[in-house]
């Protein structure tokens, strides 16, 4: 069974910097790209970031370019959002998500639960 | 960055009842629209991908269409655990972008 399970959300101050990560199991997850998605409260979804298999190629929303970075380990099973320069309009639920694999069109099969990222002094 | 607009933002519905949803691309998109239903608390989950594939494990009652910049969600016959929100999402071209989403309520 294929899971996504996130970690690493709190309260943090304005200013301040916050690593989540998701640990992925039940499937070969260096095979995959990987993909981060928010959403803020009573809000809708919107897309963070993206990485491809080995990491070496990554994607941003302009709201958080240069201030987010998105990496992974695969040895680790595991994908990480380094969090920076964090805003109060950061606050929001934080997905990790599964972009399926083969071919186009794509689209997101396997979600975590969420962590809570509160931004706030 | 592709805009997509749902329609209406939130309805009102009864069980039984059909239900359409609209979701409008800013630019031509084929079929690359996936659909996906999410409950309060709860994560996202996939029911239609590539416009009218629908996902493994979901109910016939559930159905998309369209091509091009306009789709529409439907559900032939609402059950009680069809009460969600329900978003549309390209995957054309980075970056994926989402609808407003439209609340299916009581």
């Known amino acids: 069974e294929v899971q996504l399970v996130e970690s690493g959300g709190g309260l943090v101050q304005p200013g301040g910097s916050l690593r989540l990560s998701c640990a992925a199991s039940g499937f070969t997850f260096s095979s995959y790209w990987m993909h981060w998605v928010r959403q803020a409260p009573g809000k809708g979804l919107v897309w963070v970031s993206r990485?491809?298999?080995?990491?070496?190629?990554?994607s941003y929303a302009d709201s958080v370019k240069g201030r987010f970075t998105i990496s992974r380990d695969n040895a680790k099973n595991t994908l990480y959002l380094q969090m920076n320069s964090l805003r109060a309009e950061d606050t929001a639920v934080y997905y990790c998500?599964?972009?399926?694999?083969?071919?186009?069109?794509?689209?997101?099969?396997?979600w975590g639960q969420g962590t809570l990222v509160t931004v706030s002094s | 960055d592709i805009q997509m607009t749902q329609s209406p933002s939130s309805l009102s519905a009864s069980v039984g009842d059909r239900v359409t949803i609209t979701c409008r691309a800013s630019q031509t998109i084929s079929n690359y629209l996936n659909w996906y239903q999410q409950k309060p608390g709860k994560a996202p989950n996939l029911l239609i991908y590539a416009a009218s594939s629908l996902q493994s494990g979901v109910p016939s009652r559930f159905s998309g269409s369209g091509s091009g910049t306009d789709f529409t969600l439907t559900v032939s016959s609402l059950q009680p655990e069809d009460f969600a929100t329900y978003y549309c999402q390209q995957s054309y071209t980075t970056p994926w972008t989402f609808g407003q989403g439209t609340a299916v309520e009581f």
């Open positions: 990485i491809n298999t080995d990491g070496s190629t990554t």
């Open positions: 998500s599964r972009k399926t694999a083969g071919t186009s069109p794509y689209y997101f099969d396997s």
